[in-house]
């Protein structure tokens, strides 16, 4: 009894870690790449709003492909699919453009701002999107017994922890490359948590489940 237990509580440790951890990374990716490019592009009213925009449609980008991951994939097919996405958004990190995508003519920079930000963030940042979803309904499979909303809470206090401590604890004692570098390393401990969600899931999953697709919780 008591080592069941402590498997179940290590198992939800596992969901826990990984909404806490992808809410509080995508937290620090706008700060971030916005100290960098700014600078490149200068910070008129025109580049705030056009990375808004982008982050914004990556965001949803990111609650339609959990959604419909869930929707219509099987557990087995979902671990290999996320893992697929997993890959393509190591290959795209570092998440910080480098030097390379640096202007020579800011005349008319949305091109070159939507070219950078795609080539850089977009992928990492799809694949924290989509946690928060893919987690809670992993969650649901995995211990049915609990509820999974509790995670919303989880994932509420990882935001809220990026906001207050990038600009009072990270921006004044580190450097920019430094915090990119660790923000490489969490991202990467990040996926290898989530993806051990979706094993977990996908191992606790009712056998008429293995061979349909399942519905999250909303």
Known sequence: ?????????????????????????IFLVQPMVGKRILPWFGGT???????????QTTLFLGYAYAHLLIRFARPRMQLGIHGLLAILALIALPVLPGEAWKPNDVAHPSLDILMMLGSSVSLPFIALASTGPLVQAWFARSDPDRSPYPLYAVSNLGSFAALLSYPFLIEPRLALSTTGMLWTYAFVATL???????????????????????????
Request: net charge positive.
């Open 1 to 25: 009894m008591r080592g069941h237990r402590r498997e179940r509580m290590s198992r939800q440790a596992i969901f826990v870690i990984a909404i806490l951890a992808s809410s509080f990374l």
């Open 45 to 55: 009213a025109g580049v705030w709003a056009l990375c808004l925009a982008f982050y």
């Open 192 to 218: 290898i948590a989530v993806l051990a969600c979706a094993f977990l899931a996908q191992r606790d999953a009712p056998p008429h489940e293995r061979t349909i697709g399942s519905e999250g919780p909303d």
